[in-house]
């Protein structure tokens, strides 16, 4: 999808809409841990869709990816998923000004749920560690199922 956000900022400024933000996807990694949120929305979508994601083990990929997408106008790089790819956030918030996202993903939620569920791990402590590891690798923004619990916890 090389191009994407160039072409889409592109039509946004002919359209006279710079009020809109683009967050790119492209360090957006094929991942085993997208399956639980795949399973519970019985996607019929047939075919592979890693083709359009990074390899896990490209780290040139993503920063070539990320630098093109921050040059077309990206205003918001996303990085997903997150903990697994931390050492990509840092990367991303090394090479470009650009605010950084984070998206936990469903299967990285999943994981700590279970945990917790199973009295494995404190929830909240663990949460807002993982939180705090984002936050400390160079995200700006993060984007989590926890977000509902997030609120409550951290309210004053």
Do not use: H
């Not at 040139?60 to 990320?66: P, S």
């Not at 984070?102 to 949460?127: C, F, P, R």
């Amino acid at each position: 999808m090389d191009n994407r956000i160039g072409a889409i900022k592109s039509a946004l400024q002919g359209a006279g809409r710079t009020d809109v933000a683009l967050m790119s996807y492209a360090a957006k990694y094929a991942s085993a841990l997208y399956g639980p949120f795949r399973s519970a929305c019985a996607t019929s979508l047939k075919g592979n869709r890693a083709n359009y994601q990074l390899p896990p083990a490209s780290e040139g990929l993503g920063q070539r990816a990320i630098l093109r997408d921050t040059a077309e106008g990206a205003d918001v790089i996303m990085v997903k998923p997150g903990i697994a790819y931390l050492d990509i956030v840092r990367m991303a918030r090394e090479i470009c000004a650009t605010p950084i996202a984070v998206y936990q993903v469903s299967g990285e939620y999943a994981m700590l749920k279970a945990a917790a569920d199973s009295g494995v791990i404190n929830e909240k402590d663990t949460v807002l560690e993982m939180m705090t590891c984002f936050r400390r690798a160079g995200a700006d923004i993060i984007i989590s199922y926890y977000t509902p619990k997030l609120l409550d916890w951290l309210a004053p």
